[in-house]
């Protein structure tokens, strides 16, 4: 029985060189018979080779690996493969593992703020429920003043969050300060107040 490639080597003689089949028959050393038989087969193809990756067998033992541990080496990986077997080389395992690793989540950015002392105050609501005032239920919310440099911290309690008990908690935070900061809204305030909470705000600061 012929090879695909002595077959493939009889028909291009054959049919494309145009060889006898007597000097075919010499070249070759088969026998005419054989010559016709597989002239009048078709032309061969080789058959395609399935070749199946060494890494094949450990790409679970690898996943596994990479689970525990996403920044593990390559070095590291292959050290724990070859007891298990791997006999593969070094390069196209640290290609794998490079195409499979898992990427690291983007952490978001924040900007530390460091205000300098007296430079900004900041405000904020908080609500804490109710109180109940012999079946008069009243909503409790305290206002919260943070020094930003510093932290010293400025805390009421009150039962509105109105804009004159927000004025008032700022006046009791300025006046529990000794001042206001740079770019409070205290300047803003006493455009907007009424004129008897002006002059007690000017006498604070």
Known sequence: MLTTDQINDLH????????????????L??????????????????????????????KPTIAELLEKDARASAAVI?????????????????????NVRPQPQSKRAFVRMEPEAGER?????????????????RKLYAFALVDGHSRMSYLEFTHSQCFETFVRCHI???????????????ALLLVQLPLDLVGTIEGVL
């Open 121 to 137: 105050f900041e405000v904020d609501w908080g609500h804490f429920g109710t109180l109940n005032y012999e079946g008069d239920q």
């Open 78 to 98: 292959e050290q724990r493969l070859r007891p298990l077997g791997y006999d593969g080389g070094h390069t196209i395992l640290r290609d794998y593992i490079h």
């Open 172 to 186: 009791h935070a300025f006046a529990a300060f000794n001042g206001v900061s740079r770019e409070d809204d205290g």
């Open 12 to 27: 291009h003689l054959y049919w494309v060189e145009h060889w006898p089949i007597r000097k075919i028959e010499q070249h």
């Open 29 to 58: 050393r088969m026998s005419w018979r054989t010559i016709k038989k597989y002239l009048e087969a078709p032309a061969q193809t080789p058959a395609a080779r399935s070749r199946t990756s060494k890494l094949e067998r450990f």
